[in-house]
């Protein structure tokens, strides 16, 4: 049993197994959409394949749509080379279900996958025509929020972004600058509308994509690069539009244990792909059951019927509650606070910390007790059943093989939207005191020692990719694990950083408390564990 067009073929073997297929004709769904491409995907990763591409296969199933989607990716071009077309663009969903089952389905909903290379004159060429089409209505992206970002930790612009500026739309090398003149083609080809969907999990994510592409409009037309109606084209809001949204699937890097169960069926050829670019990535993909995509309703040139598949459209203000409900409270704080002390307690199974009955408390308070008082309910989600839920379903789930390590990437860029949203609530409260806040302090606290990369019993560990690693661990690296130690000296500039924190924690009246706990979770090893004892 083959993952591909000829391995597909034998469909009583892949149902025998227990795979569900598509049961559409795919050949001429392909033809279709390339002819008219309605929608374009950007970073063919773990999500999109677990999450959109399964929704647009179950739309094709049903009947709803008779075309698929395109898939391109502007980061790591190995990924198309290597993993999508070795594959015909198949790949398989495993959900793992919080009661055991599993569900295997096999997704080939991917007309067509190219990379977004403007030095791959047939890839881009083949981009630009796409861009071109009239029925092209929306552009969606899972790159990550610093996918986004035209400058460097210390706020410097990045060179390839300084290069393209100067250089025009004719051969960009940064992912934005690509995609930017990826707009400009279409623009040139008669002003043609389009939404452009961030589906990136972080605040505003919309408007995290607008600040990018106006950028490189703004500087191109400054630089007579582009014509000064691109401008206007981009900030046209029946032509181009860049809605706020807010995704929700836990999708954990493509686990050994799932691998083990598909050669348990006969699937050959599992073996995952480490690029280049350090991209790990396999012809599977493990996630959850639960999944929610709210969506600003903003397509000017019309949107195929998603709702059909679970999607939530509705308006900007409702996406932004709900956003704020799940990544200021409900979900990603949650998952924060347990990267951070699963990787000092050495936990390597998200699942396994719900078992911990200190990390438990911990995350209880933030959610209901420090959380809760600052959400507004969205109308659409209740935030308590969405904590419920999660606490109780999602992430004690044992069948995840999520992991704090992957959790604990790009902390840095995290904790000023996980929980400097919320301290700043407080601060605007008049019913509400920041100083009554503790466990938030706590996780601040926890982050500056686990720059330490030691963990509670004195072991090194590799911190998790962040950018700003270079920056913040410097200030730390003179900090041992004994008692009594004046921290404050080492981390007051860390806790001034509003980029980190969203707040300046003396400002905001919250330095002393982080470092009382920075000071007892450094006092020597069990360090960590007593002082999570202690407050919890």
Known sequence: MKLDAKG???????????????????????????????????????????????????LLREGVLDRGLVAAEGFDYEIVEKMNRPHDDYNILVTLKADGNVEKTVIGSIAESLMLDSGNESEYTRMKEIFAKDSLQMCTFTIT????????????ILPAVEADFQAGPDAPVSYMGKVTALLYARYQAGQ?????????NCSHNGDKLYAAVNTFAQKWAENDLAEQGFVSYINDKSKVS?????????????????????????????????????????PFVNAEECEYLVVEDDFPNGRPKLEAGGVIFT???????????????????????????????????????????ELVKLVQRIGYVEGLPVVVDPGILDPKEFID????????????????????????QKLAI?????????????????????????????????????DDQGNSFEPSPDPLLATVCPYVKELTLKPDQDVEKYVAEVLKMKQIFGVDLYEAGLAGKVCDYLKELTAGEGAVRSTLKKYV
């Open 145 to 156: 929020e610093k996918g986004y970002s035209l400058v460097d930790g210390k706020g410097q």
């Open 315 to 357: 308006t900007r203000e409702t996406v932004d509650k709900v956003e704020k409900m799940k990544v200021c409270t409900c979900l990603n704080p949650l998952h924060t606070a347990l990267a951070v002390y699963g990787c000092l307690l050495d936990y390597h199974k998200i699942s396994d910390e719900l078992k911990d009955e």
């Open 389 to 412: 839920t999660v606490l109780t379903v999602r992430v004690p789930n044992p069948f995840m093989p999520d992991t704090p390590q992957r959790i604990a990437t790009d902390t840095s």
């Open 418 to 454: 996980r929980f400097g949203e919320t301290v700043k609530a407080y601060q605007r409260s008049p019913e509400l005191d920041v100083q009554s806040l503790e466990m938030i302090p706590l996780v601040f606290a926890g982050w500056l020692r686990y720059l330490m990369a030691v």
């Open 192 to 200: 043609k509308p389009i939404a452009m969907v961030s589906t990136d």
């Open 8 to 58: 597909l073929q034998d469909r009583q073997a892949w149902k025998a197994a227990g795979y569900e297929l598509p049961d559409f004709d795919r050949e001429q769904m392909i033809a279709k959409t390339k002819e008219n491409p309605f929608w374009v995907h950007f970073g063919a990763g773990n999500i999109f394949k677990a999450f959109l591409a399964n929704v647009v296969q179950k």
């Open 242 to 282: 860049f809605p706020w949204t807010m995704i929700d699937k836990i999708t954990p890097r493509p686990d050994a244990s799932v691998e083990k169960i598909l050669m348990e069926d006969g699937v050959e050829g599992l073996e995952p792909v480490i690029t280049s670019k350090n991209t790990y990535v396999a």
